[in-house]
């Protein structure tokens, strides 16, 4: 098995055998951030460039300490500093990037779309999308799944419950499509106005979160994306915290060894109580953790030559128009 594409634009479509050696390859590297030098020389030469376009604190530095583990050079450009705020475009600043000779471009961008944009525009590198809008969030499912497989040894006949903000959610499309992909059972739990229906074909889907917590084998709380409420979503935050905090009491529903993740960053007390995610049903850290070894083989697979080949993209088959809903995830 290689893996044969040359961006890794979402999880939609990418075959079981594909996502599965991902994270197989991702857990060959975990080790590596174990060692006291946390170094191997496997990308020496190779650049990565980070163009982050929205906040982020995991994302953008476990990528760069996966390119430095790997000993790649890494170079991080943020929205506010670039050029985009001088008026030059997305497509301007990658092309101009591009012409620099790196081997990955990561992007991050609040409009969903925009990594499949660069990747059908901008030659000569792959392109990692490291969160588009409300749609994928592709190295965030991978170390979600990587860090169940690794509590689990198995993924596929699991209970996944998701629950929070949906609608707005990349970390539960991206979640969602590879967990299905890979036979685990998944529920999705939120308010009305945030449980798209469509997705009904996928997955169960309900309001009521002890129903939701009941017999699961891994909560995921969605972060509540506070930026995306101003469209009357929710009545208020005490609301939403009255009917969708996961606390204690809800995990008392869930099998004996129910485990919880989060993608962060936390609102405490409005989607997770502190005593949760502090708890010993919390794998947050480990995920954290985890979001290293899949970003050092994500940049692995796609820089080093392991691909045979630069002929796909994982993009799906439906394209995302750049106007789509905005978020941060
Ligand atoms: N999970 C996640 O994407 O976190 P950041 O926004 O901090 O990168």
Redesign the pocket.
Known sequence: MAFRRQHLLGLEGLSKEEILFLLDTAASFQEISTRDIKKVPTLRGKTVVGMFFE??????VSFEIAAKRMSADFVSLSGSVSSTAKGETLLDTARNLAAMRPDVLVIRHPASGAAHFLAERVAGCSVVNA?DGCHE?PT?ALLDLLTIRERKQRLEGLVVTIVGDILHSRVARSNLYALRTLGAQVRLCGPPTLLPREFSAWADLTSDLAAAVSGADVVLVLRLQRERQSGNFLPSLDEYARYFCLTEDHLARARADVIVLH???LNRGVEIASSVADGPYSVILDQVANGVAVRMAVLYLLASGAREEKSETAAPARPVALSQRRS??
């Open positions: 906040p982020s604190t995991r994302t953008r969160g969030h965030q993608p962060g960053p941060a995830g």
